[in-house]
């Protein structure tokens, strides 16, 4: 088992592609053509996710003409040459099969608006909270006003 992990570390993508099922997304693919390689852009809605390790993938869905052209992409397959997400999809599934049966406006996926606050706009609350209470406690008096007991 630890060949399969040695083979596996050095194939994986160092920085995984950060999408989620329900997004519109570019994939740029290399393609090679006799002695020339170029990036080619797919653009589609994620369907489905499947996997794990190097033998994950990703389906993309798109309408070209009038038709589904559906792709299935390796993750960490060096033909993948990146990933860019263009729009974020409300979705309350796993797997999108349904979007196959769809024609025309009802293929599209609502989008997700909702911001994840930064750090700092995180934090500052915390900070104006510790701020107050230090200002509240009071000051310690002074060492000389400790009397001894009888």
């Not at 993508?13 to 393609?31: E, L, N």
């Not at 809605?45 to 190097?54: D, E, Q, S």
């Not at 033998?55 to 033909?79: A, C, D, L, Y």
């Not at 230090?134 to 006003?145: C, D, L, Q, R, T």
């Amino acid at each position: 088992m630890n060949l399969l992990e040695n083979y596996e570390n050095l194939y994986l993508r160092k920085k995984p592609f950060a999408f989620d099922i329900g997004d519109t997304i570019d994939v740029h693919v290399k393609i090679v053509e006799g002695d020339k390689e170029r990036i080619q852009v797919f653009t589609g809605t994620v369907i489905k996710k499947k996997g794990g390790g190097l033998r994950e993938t990703f389906t993309v869905r798109r309408i070209v003409q009038g038709e589904g052209v559906e792709r299935i992409f390796p993750m960490h397959s060096p033909k993948v040459h990146d990933v860019v997400v263009k729009k974020k999809g409300k979705v309350r599934r796993a797997k999108l099969y349904y979007l196959r049966d769809r024609v025309g406006k009802a293929t599209k996926v609502k989008e997700r608006v909702w911001e994840r606050p930064t750090v700092e706009a995180a934090a500052a609350p915390v900070a104006a909270a510790a701020v107050a209470a230090v200002a509240a406690v009071p000051a310690a008096p002074a060492a000389a006003a400790v009397a001894p007991k009888k």
